[in-house]
C-alpha cells in the first residue's frame, strides 16, 4: 500500500511539474530502526522511496536495530543472572544464539575482571563484536551499566541514574555525611542494591530474594549478596564433580587432589564424575612400567648406543634383542625372498582370515577388505566395522525406534502400535477388538478408553471395570427419595410408607392418597371424613349446652368444621351474661416439619374489626389469646393487621414429631371501652403427619 501511494504523489509531482524531495539515506536508516524496535520483520519492509541505496540502508539499519537489540537482552542477562543458557531467552534459533552469544562475551569480559587480567584480551581472536562486548563489560563495574556509545550502538542497555551538578560556586555536598551519593542539598541517595536508612545517611543492603525483586528462573535459587544478588542451581552437581561460580558442573580430579582411596600398591587414574584404581605392577628385565602402570617391552635397540657389534643390526625381542648380520630389511607388508635377496609383497588374504566373512583383496604392501552391506572397511584397523543406521540416519529410517543390529537394523514401535508390513512405520493397534473393557471400549491413537453405562463408574483401581453407583450413598442421595431409596444395579428405586402413601409418576415424589375423596375410608355416616398426610381422621363435633349447631362443612372437605352460635333459654341469665356468643371446630393436618428453625404460620383468624393506629373512642379491639394447647406449648397466636382489619395468626413455634394429634383453643375477646363485648373461641384439630412430605 506505502508503494502505491508514493506512485500516486509521484504522478501528482510529475502533472504538476514540481520536483519531489526524496528521503535521505540518513532518514531511511531511522526509519529501518524505528520499524525494528516497533517488532517489525526487517525482510517485508515497505519501502519509503524507489532508491536502491535507501532499500538498503533501511533493511540493513532494521537488522542491525535488530541484532543490537538481542545482543542487549544477552548483555543484560549476563551482569544480572550470571547464566547464560539458551532456554532463558525468548524467540526463533537464530535469536537465540545472538543474545547466548552477547552474553556468553560479556561474561568472559566480567569473570576476566573479576581475575584481576587486563581487558586487552591481546592473541585472542573473538571476532570484533565478541571482543568489544567483552571488552566493555570487562572494562565496567558490575553496578554499573552498560550506555549505547561503550559498544558503538551495539547495545541499548539503561544507563545509570545520573544526578544534575549544581551550579559552580554552589557545592552543596562539601561537607556532606552521605555513606554512598550525595545528590544536592544536604540529601543522599545510594547505588543500586542498596536503600536510604532512617537516619538518611548510611545505606543497607536490599535483599532482593526477599524482596521479590530477583530474575531467578525455575530451577534456580536467589541467594542474596552485598549491593546485588545472584542466581545458584537448586540442585548439587552429585558425586564426582563441583559446582562452579557459572552454575556449571565440573568433574573432580581426584587422583590429583589426593581423595581417592587407591592402595599404595595401585594407581589412581581420574575418569568423567569417579576416578578407577589399577594395580602396579612389577616388571621383569627388559620391560619398563608406563604412566598407565603397564609393564611394556624395551626397544633397546634404541635405547642403547650401538648394542650390536660393526656389521650386525639389531633385532628387538620382546624382553630381550638379538643381533643379527646385515641384509635386507622389508617393511610392513613385504617378506624377504627364500634366497633373501630381496622384498617381496605379503599376500595377506592368503596367509590368514584377515577379513573374516567379508570379501578380501590383495594390495602391494598391504591389503583391504570388501566389506559387506550394514559395514564399514576401517583403514586403520584394516577391519570391517557394523555401521550404526540408527545413529547416521536418526529419525530417517524408523518411524517410531530404531535397534542397530550386526550389519543391519531393526524397526520397533512403541506400546499401542503395531510394526506395518514395510517393517519400517507403526499402525495403531485397536486393543477394542480383544474387548478389554468389561462395558464399553473405545479406541485412541495408540491406546483405548474404557467407558461405563448410565448407573456405572469406572474403577480407580485398573480402569477397566465398571463398578455400580450407589446413588443413594451419594452426597445428594437423601434427596433423590422422598421416603426411601433402594439402589440397584446400574440404577435406583424409590419407596413409599406402606400406607397412605403411593409413588409419583417421576418415581421419586410420594403423594398422599385422598381416602375421602377415592372412598376409601371407613367413616361412618355420621362421621365427617378429614383427610390427613398418610391417612384419614372419621371426625364427628358437637355443640356443646345452650348453643346450637349453625353450619357443617362439606363433608369431602371437612377443614370447616362445625359453627356452634349461643342459644339461651328463658330467664337463663348466667347464659346470657357469658361472653363466648361463637364456638368453631376446624381440623388441619401437618407435616414433620425438617430443620424447624423459626415459627410457622398455620391459621389465620379474620374479624371485622378495623385495624386503627391509634386507637380511638368507643372504637371496638379485638384481643387473641391461647386457652389450651399441648404440654410443650408449640403453639401461639399473634395479632396482625390485613387489609386495614384485624387478624389472629396461629403459628407453631416448636418442632413437633409425628404422627400426633393435638388440640389448640384460641379466644377472640371483643373489647369495647375497656371491657369483653363478646368471645368467639376457635378449636384448632391438629393432625402432625410421621413424614415431612
Aim: glycine share 8%.
Amino acid at each position: 500500500m506505502a508503494q502505491w501511494t508514493i506512485l500516486l504523489f509521484s504522478l501528482y509531482g510529475v502533472v504538476h511539474g514540481q520536483e519531489l524531495q526524496l528521503p535521505t539515506v540518513q532518514e531511511c536508516c531511522k526509519d529501518g530502526r524505528d520499524r525494528a524496535l516497533g517488532g517489525q520483520d526487517c525482510t517485508i519492509l515497505p519501502l519509503i522511496s524507489s532508491a536502491h541505496i535507501c532499500r538498503i540502508a533501511q533493511e540493513q539499519c532494521c537488522a542491525a536495530a535488530a541484532r543490537d537489540q538481542l545482543c542487549d537482552n544477552g548483555i543484560k542477562m549476563a551482569r544480572e543472572q550470571g547464566a547464560c543458557e539458551r532456554p532463558f531467552f525468548q524467540g526463533d534459533p537464530w535469536e537465540t544464539k545472538i543474545s547466548k552469544t552477547c552474553c556468553d562475551c560479556c561474561m568472559f569480559g566480567l569473570m576476566t575482571a573479576s581475575q584481576g587480567s587486563g581487558c586487552e584480551l591481546q592473541g585472542l581472536l573473538l571476532g570484533r563484536r565478541c571482543t568489544h562486548t567483552a571488552k566493555t563489560c570487562c572494562g565496567k563495574n558490575t553496578t554499573e551499566e552498560i550506555k549505547p556509545d561503550d559498544l558503538k550502538k551495539e547495545t541499548e542497555m539503561p544507563e545509570a541514574n545520573v544526578t544534575a551538578k549544581p551550579p559552580e560556586g554552589l557545592d552543596t555536598c562539601k561537607d556532606s555525611t552521605c555513606s554512598q551519593l550525595c545528590v544536592g542539598n544536604g540529601t543522599c541517595a545510594c547505588h543500586d542494591g542498596y536503600e536510604l536508612q532512617k537516619d538518611g545517611v548510611n545505606c543497607g543492603d536490599v535483599n532482593e530474594c526477599l524482596t521479590n525483586r530477583h530474575n531467578c528462573v525455575g530451577g534456580q535459587v536467589c541467594i542474596n549478596t552485598e549491593g546485588s544478588f545472584r542466581c545458584q542451581r537448586e540442585t548439587s552437581c552429585g558425586t564426582g564433580y563441583e559446582l562452579k561460580d557459572d552454575n556449571s558442573c565440573y568433574d573432580i580430579d581426584e587422583c590429583v587432589l589426593g581423595t581417592h582411596n587407591c592402595a599404595p600398591d595401585f594407581i589412581c587414574t581420574n575418569t568423567v564424575g569417579s576416578f578407577r584404581c589399577h594395580p602396579r605392577e612389577k616388571c621383569a628385565g627388559g620391560f619398563i612400567q608406563d604412566a598407565a602402570g603397564s609393564c611394556i617391552d624395551i626397544n633397546e635397540c634404541v635405547a642403547h648406543t650401538s648394542p650390536c657389534l660393526p656389521g650386525q643390526t639389531c633385532i628387538n625381542t620382546m624382553g630381550s634383542y638379538t643381533c643379527r648380520r646385515n641384509t635386507v630389511t622389508c617393511g610392513r607388508g613385504y617378506h624377504l625372498t627364500h634366497d633373501g635377496a630381496r622384498c617381496e609383497d605379503v599376500d595377506e588374504c592368503r596367509a590368514g582370515n584377515v577379513c573374516g566373512d567379508h570379501g578380501c583383496i590383495n594390495l602391494v604392501g598391504t591389503y583391504r577388505c570388501e566389506c559387506r552391506s550394514g559395514f564399514l572397511f576401517n583403514s586403520i584397523t584394516k577391519l570391517c566395522e557394523d555401521i550404526n543406521e540408527c545413529r547416521h540416519y536418526p529419525g530417517r529410517l524408523c518411524a517410531h525406534k530404531c535397534e542397530n543390529t550386526e550389519g543391519s537394523y531393526q524397526c520397533t514401535c512403541t506400546i499401542g502400535f503395531k510394526l506395518s508390513h514395510d517393517g519400517r512405520n507403526c499402525e495403531d493397534v485397536n486393543e477394542c477388538e480383544a474387548n478389554p473393557c468389561s462395558q464399553e471400549c473405545s479406541n485412541v491413537y495408540g491406546s483405548y478408553q474404557c467407558y461405563c453405562r448410565r448407573g456405572y463408574q469406572l474403577s480407580d483401581m485398573d480402569g477397566i471395570t465398571c463398578e455400580d453407583i450407589d446413588e443413594c450413598a451419594l452426597p445428594t442421595g437423601g434427596h433423590v427419595c422422598s421416603y426411601r431409596c433402594s439402589n440397584a444395579p446400574g440404577s435406583f428405586y424409590c419407596t413409599c410408607p406402606p400406607t397412605g402413601y403411593t409413588l409419583a409418576p417421576n418415581g421419586r415424589t410420594c403423594q398422599d392418597i385422598d381416602e375421602c375423596a377415592t372412598g376409601s375410608h371407613t367413616c361412618s355416616v355420621s362421621e365427617s371424613c378429614f383427610n390427613i398426610q398418610g391417612g384419614f381422621r372419621c371426625l364427628s363435633f358437637t355443640c356443646p349446652p345452650n348453643f346450637r349447631q349453625a353450619s357443617w362443612g362439606s363433608r369431602q372437605d371437612a377443614s370447616v368444621g362445625v359453627r356452634c352460635i349461643k342459644a339461651c333459654q328463658p330467664n337463663d341469665i348466667n347464659c346470657n351474661l357469658d361472653p363466648v356468643h361463637l364456638m368453631t371446630h376446624t381440623s388441619l393436618s401437618l407435616p414433620t416439619f425438617i430443620d424447624f428453625s423459626q415459627p410457622e404460620d398455620i391459621v389465620f383468624l379474620r374479624t371485622v374489626a378495623p385495624a386503627n393506629p391509634v386507637p380511638l373512642p368507643g372504637a371496638t379491639d379485638v384481643f387473641f389469646d391461647i386457652l389450651a394447647t399441648d404440654d410443650q406449648q408449640s403453639f401461639d397466636v399473634e395479632k396482625r393487621s390485613h387489609q386495614g382489619i384485624i387478624i389472629g395468626v396461629v403459628r407453631q413455634v416448636k418442632p413437633i414429631i409425628g404422627p400426633r394429634d393435638l388440640v389448640v383453643n384460641v379466644a377472640m375477646n371483643y373489647v369495647k371501652s375497656g371491657v369483653i363485648s363478646h368471645r368467639n373461641i376457635v378449636v384448632i384439630h391438629v393432625f402432625v403427619s410421621e413424614f415431612w412430605f
